[in-house]
């Protein structure tokens, strides 16, 4: 803060002691009597396209929350009752880890995602932060009511948004 405020008061007291003291306050405009009638209409014109413009500029941001693996608490360790999704998993993640000797030595592409789907409470999210903590990549958590919004095309930019993330 001291770096700031310093080159300012440096400033001012420059020109308190060259004789130019500053003067706080509006800046003196002389407008004719003719261009002081639009004044008013013409700030009430920048509210209103603010007041418009700012929310559909700020709706296109992605509404992810960002988590480094340092700050994962899960691991595979703590994932239990899901036998058969955890080895899957774990199979998978080591073939996305090696893909360069996958694709190399087998000549195939590896999978580029896992969807997991199914009801609430069931470790879909659990074991996504344990694959992000295993293979030391950001987890990004995003509800898919966030993505909705009430300005057209404002959602398709949402998406490419948080894809872009990816």
Request: positive net charge; hydrophobic residues 50%.
């Amino acid at each position: 803060m001291l770096l700031v405020l310093l080159p300012v008061a440096a400033y001012a007291w420059w020109r308190i002691v060259g004789g130019h003291p500053l003067h706080p306050g509006w800046p003196h405009i002389t407008l004719s009597p003719e261009m002081r009638q639009y004044v008013p209409g013409l700030i009430l014109v920048a509210l209103l396209a603010m007041v418009l413009v700012v929310p559909m500029v700020a709706a296109g941001r992605s509404p992810h929350v960002q988590y480094r693996p340092s700050e994962i608490p899960v691991a595979f360790d703590d994932v239990v009752g899901l036998g058969v999704v955890k080895d899957e998993v774990i199979k998978t993640l080591n073939l996305f880890l090696a893909y360069r000797t996958f694709r190399e030595r087998m000549g195939g592409n590896p999978r580029k995602a896992i969807l997991f789907e199914g009801p609430p409470g069931t470790g879909k999210t659990h074991m996504a932060k344990a694959m992000a903590r295993e293979a030391g990549v950001p987890f990004l958590f995003v509800s898919a009511s966030a993505f909705q919004s009430m300005y057209y095309g404002q959602t398709n930019r949402k998406i490419r948004s948080f894809f872009k993330q990816l």
